[in-house]
């Protein structure tokens, strides 16, 4: 099992960007994927993760409001788009799969049966 975070890049604040995940090794719509991110200094934050029984989104705090995720089975990636960037969020950002169902994860820190290397951010002007 693989997964493959890719995208990153220097972006200007109030840009927008997307963040590929390439994962190998499982079906991806089997499993619910999330997105973590962590800056320098700080801890691990989790982000939102993507049901696969609906494709729906669910969002931790950080996340609500410009942050979105989809996935395209037959590429067998996971994208985040991430909009209205601001200087906050710079960090290095992975995706992983989940231990059980996306939704138990509303009040609980993500807990990844695997995860991969992350794809640097940086917002600046």
């Known amino acids: 099992v693989q997964l493959q975070a890719s995208g990153g890049g220097l972006v200007q604040p109030g840009g927008s960007l997307r963040l590929s995940c390439r994962a190998s090794?499982?079906?991806?719509?089997?499993?619910?994927i999330g997105w973590f991110r962590q800056a320098p200094g700080k801890g691990r934050e989790g982000l939102l993760c993507l049901d696969n029984r609906d494709g729906s989104n669910h969002y931790k705090d950080a996340a609500e409001g410009r942050f979105t995720v989809s996935r395209d089975n037959a590429e067998s990636t996971v994208y985040l788009q991430i909009k209205r960037m601001k200087p906050e969020d710079t960090a290095d950002y992975y995706c992983?799969?989940?231990?059980?169902?996306?939704?138990?994860?509303?009040?609980?820190?993500?807990?990844?049966?695997?995860w991969g290397r992350g794809t640097q951010v940086t917002v600046s002007s």
């Open positions: 090794g499982f079906t991806l719509d089997e499993y619910d």
């Open positions: 992983g799969r989940l231990r059980g169902s996306c939704a138990i994860y509303a009040r609980r820190i993500y807990d990844f049966h695997y």
